[in-house]
Every structure is written in C-alpha cells, then in structure tokens.
Nanobody
Framework: VQLQASGGGLVHTGDSRRLSCVCS??????MAWFRQAPGKEREFVAA????????DYADFVEDRFTISRDNAKNTMYLQMDNLKPADTAVYYC??????????????WGPGTQVTVSS
C-alpha cells in the first residue's frame, strides 16, 4: 500500500484548498489526515471510516474542513475552507484505525505542504 498526497500550495487567508490522497493497492481502510507545523508535534485533523459512513474532526477545524472519499478512485479528500495562517503545515494522509492517535495508523504518505499567508 502506498499513499500520495497532493494539492498543497501557497494560499491567502480565507482561501480554500482541496487536498487529495491516492492510495495504490487495495483500499478498504479507515483513513485520516494529520498535519505538522514547523516545531510542533504531528496532530490529527480528520478521519473517515472505510465506508465513508462516519467522520471525525479535530476541534480546531471548526466546520471549515470536510473529509470525504471516493473508494472507486481509491482517493480521499480534504476540502479546506476559510484557511488561516495557523493552518500552515505539512499535511499527511494515513491509513489505519478510525482514531485521533497517530500510532493507530500504519501507512503514511509523504505529505503535502500548505502555506497560508496573512
């Protein structure tokens, strides 16, 4: 199983951005997005169950982000709206348990950088 995240870039405060994560190989897993800002620990952003029937979000998301997936395309998405400078980080997709804890996830992609300028 390999993961590849894309869609990052430089945006301005209030902009939107959609991240994608393509999973090669069999994908009947729960998936999640994490992020890591410079000098900070990796933190949970959002998770989605394998069927898409349930989602979970970190408190800081505040209804600004939407996680979704298209199993026919082996792809997970993170729609990010009303971005803030505090959202600047490398965003990682992961496969594993439906959890907020990074140690519950087995496979990780290399990450995509999102930079939000003020």
């Amino acid at each position: 199983v390999q993961l590849q995240a894309s869609g990052g870039g430089l945006v301005h405060t209030g902009d939107s951005r959609r991240l994608s994560c393509v999973c090669s190989g069999y994908n009947n897993y729960n998936m999640a997005w994490f992020r890591q800002a410079p000098g900070k620990e990796r933190e949970f952003v959002a998770a989605i169950k394998r069927s898409g029937s349930a989602t979970d979000y970190a408190d800081f998301v505040e209804d600004r982000f939407t996680i979704s997936r298209d199993n026919a395309k082996n792809t997970m998405y993170l729609q990010m709206d009303n971005l803030k400078p505090a959202d600047t980080a490398v965003y990682y997709c992961a496969i594993g348990g439906f959890s907020r804890w990074s140690f519950d996830y087995t496979y990780w992609g290399p990450g995509t950088q999102v930079t939000v300028s003020s």
